[in-house]
């Protein structure tokens, strides 16, 4: 602690700092959990805020909302009250890569949260800029406010987004702010190299936004929401709206010729910029020199609300001057005639090295220290609010003295973030896919209820409404794929159905599930040959047609999932002297020395440790086994 003089003004059990995504699902998570909380923000007009993409959901984004809900988190409820369109994404695919996406009214998230937050018990929600931590024995016991107020608290999470040390760029001119041209958090990243955290310097951007009247419609494609809508709570009902419709258009050779003209004039590539950016979602000028062959990038034209004429350009931010920006923007179909709301910008910001965080979120230097979201190193509301959740849970249960929380690879994509994130750690901002996770089949958005919920129960996190309608939903899919198949047809009747699908003939007896793992044959088809079907739900259909028609692929990932499971069940003595450990390679002695992994599957995942590294760490511990007979 650096300042001494302070009035303590108030004691909490935990204390979230920025009131983000990923601080919002913190604070929640600890207050439902029973503890006295406190929720800072600089601007409490920062609450959820969506200062980049008004959206929620998307390739393995979904997922990971679905997860939250499941464990009794905020934003699948809040997008289901405010969402403005909404769209399954990849349903041409397998569902293992469905991902639920919807287009929010930004200001009508915000407010949602924010009120659902006022009114939680055990919390308060209060403006004020953190500028440093008060320490005590190498614990974090609270914060101190630049107004000179303290919080005492017996742990605290830090959820600083894009604040902590942001810097602007507009062209060649650049300034300190946060995003959304709020105040930035300059002091508590001072303070927080003092105490050696490893900070490092990440960037990212957002688009410009233009007015709706300045935009001609005709001359883009328009794109609609699904017909019917798909909720990402499994506690919201039917969700029936009218929903507002989104734009498709394309850069060309015009547009990338100015671009190219003016790369001098980028603070990309004019050097002022030193933080590194997100790979899957480079600036326009990003995308112009690296993929110099393609004639043209698609933009869709996304409503920010329905309050308000401003349109988010997606797939074009930009460092670019203002001049610049007006004159390229204007080439595309449709925005010949843009007038700007707000330009586009890149921001600079200070973030965490994830690899100095323990597999709970909890800091491996300062205790009762929990870290979350942006801060550590990852990009997007969705991976923000899955470890802010986390982050809350984990400070709980350290102040609680329980086991903490963690899921692994095989349970949730939550975790397969989260160990890539503290394990495997991140050179640019992470962000989750489909392709991250190896048990991807098992891990679907639609049955993440029945992985996650009564793990949430039993923290406490969800009510016994939602776990007995978890249970409930679970039992009914679990009858039906039983009668389904007992359920025997003789050749003739199925073959009515069949011959009418186009699917060839069966010679013999049948049931109903076989019938059902053809490609051609949905749930629905059956009720042609089948008379006694009880009544279910869209979402308990889709769980059962999946369990059936991917029966054979899942039973295969459930057997490597066992493996898996074998691995992290070899754990390792976290006082562990890898340098006293013969054969291990000196890479090998430093990166497991660092991290100190809690199993020998974790080990096997830190980059620089090889095969040959486990097998030395396999025959260390059996020896360490024998010993001990």
Not at 125 to 151: F, M, P
Not at 249 to 263: L, W
Not at 562 to 576: I, V, Y
Request: hydrophobic share 35%.
């Amino acid at each position: 602690m650096n300042d001494t003089n302070y009035f303590l003004l108030d004691e909490y059990d935990v204390a979230v700092v920025g009131a983000g995504h990923a601080g919002c699902e913190a604070a929640l998570a600890s207050a439902r959990m029973g503890k006295k909380t406190l929720m800072l923000s600089i601007n409490l007009e920062s609450v959820a805020m969506m200062a980049c993409n008004p959206s929620i959901g998307g390739t393995g984004k979904g997922h990971l909302v679905r997860e939250i809900d499941a464990l009794g988190g905020e934003m699948g409820i809040n997008i289901d009250k405010t969402f403005i369109q909404s769209k399954m994404l990849n349903t041409a695919k397998g569902p293992a890569v469905h991902s639920l996406r919807a287009q929010a009214d930004k200001n009508a998230y915000h407010i949602e949260m924010k009120k659902t937050i006022e009114r939680q018990e055990l919390l308060d929600l209060k403006q004020g800029e953190v500028v440093d931590l008060i320490l005590e024995g190498g614990k974090a016991c609270g914060v101190i406010l630049k107004t000179g107020a303290a919080y005492r608290a017996k742990a605290v999470v830090l959820a600083t987004g894009t604040f902590l040390r942001g810097r602007i760029f507009i062209g060649d001119r650049f300034f300190d702010s946060g995003p959304n041209g709020l105040a930035p958090s300059l002091e508590l990243a001072e303070n927080l190299r003092k105490y050696g955290l490893p900070l490092r310097r990440f960037k990212t951007g957002t688009p410009a936004r233009a007015l709706k009247s300045s935009l001609d419609f005709s001359k883009m494609a328009e794109q609609r929401g699904d017909a019917v809508t798909v909720p990402f709570s499994f506690m919201s009902g039917k969700l029936e709206k009218e929903q507002v419709p989104c734009w498709l258009t394309y850069t060309n050779k015009k547009t990338h010729d100015i671009i190219r003209a003016n790369f001098s004039r980028s603070a990309l590539f004019g050097g002022q910029i030193e933080g590194v950016g997100v790979r899957y979602c480079p600036s326009i000028e990003d995308k112009v020199s690296r993929f110099a062959d393609k004639e043209r990038h698609q933009l869709f034209i996304e409503p920010e609300g329905l309050y308000t004429d401003e349109m988010y350009i997606q797939g074009m931010s930009s460092s670019m001057p203002e001049d610049v920006q007006q004159e390229f923007y204007r080439t595309i179909p449709g925005l010949e005639n843009l007038k700007i709301a707000r330009p586009a910008y890149a921001i600079e910001y200070d973030c965490i090295d994830p690899l100095d965080l323990k597999a709970n979120l909890e800091n491996r230097q300062i205790d009762n220290l929990f870290c979350a979201g942006q801060f550590n190193g990852s990009s997007g509301y969705e991976e923000a609010a899955a470890q802010g959740l986390v982050a809350g849970v984990n400070a709980v249960l350290k102040i609680d003295g329980k086991e903490p929380f963690i899921l692994d690879r095989s349970e949730a994509y939550i975790g397969v973030l989260i160990d890539d994130l503290v394990t495997k750690g991140t050179n640019e901002p992470y962000r989750i896919m489909t392709s991250r996770a190896e048990y991807r089949l098992v891990l679907r958005q639609d049955n993440a209820d029945v992985r996650l919920t009564e793990k949430a129960y039993v923290l406490g996190l969800a009510t016994k409404e939602r776990y007995e309608r978890c249970l409930s939903d679970k039992l009914e899919v679990e009858n039906e794929r039983k009668r389904l198949e007992e359920t025997v047809l003789l050749p003739g009747v199925a073959n009515v159905l069949l011959e009418k699908k186009g699917s060839s003939p069966v010679l013999n007896k049948t049931v109903l599930s076989e019938l059902m793992k053809r490609p051609e044959i949905t749930y629905a088809d059956l009720a042609e040959v089948d008379g006694a079907r009880p009544p279910l739900s869209k979402h308990a259909i889709t769980k059962l047609e999946v369990q059936i028609k991917y029966q054979g692929y899942i039973s295969k990932q459930l057997q490597q999932i066992e493996k898996f499971k074998k691995m992290e069940g070899r754990k390792l003595d976290p006082e562990l002297d890898y340098d006293g450990v013969q054969g291990l390679r000196i890479e090998a002695r430093q990166k497991l020395g660092r991290l100190k992994p809690a199993s020998l599957g974790q080990a096997s995942r830190i980059s620089g440790v090889s095969p040959a590294d486990i097998s030395v760490l396999l025959i260390h511990l059996e020896k360490k086994r024998r010993e001990n007979l």
